[in-house]
């Protein structure tokens, strides 16, 4: 992996899985942080595909405070 496309990673607050935001679906938090589609999803989280974007917010209750 190039160094310029290292620095696009993130990581799932909840289980620490690395993301790419900019080629996989997960819930960005703000300030960095996001959760990966999974986690998402197991916390009520509802992708709807035809108009790209999360139907539903999944719950965020027990991430870190500033998340919730």
């Not at 310029?4 to 997960?26: K, Q, W």
């Not at 709807?48 to 965020?60: F, K, S």
């Amino acid at each position: 992996m190039h160094r310029s496309e290292e620095r696009n990673l993130t990581r799932c607050v909840e289980c620490n899985a690395e993301i790419d935001p900019g080629h996989e679906r997960g819930f960005g938090l703000g300030g960095g942080g996001a959760l990966c589609y999974e986690c998402a999803v197991r916390r009520g989280g509802r992708y709807d595909e035809v108009h790209d974007r999360w139907a539903e917010e999944p719950r965020l209750d027990g991430l870190r405070r500033e998340f919730e």
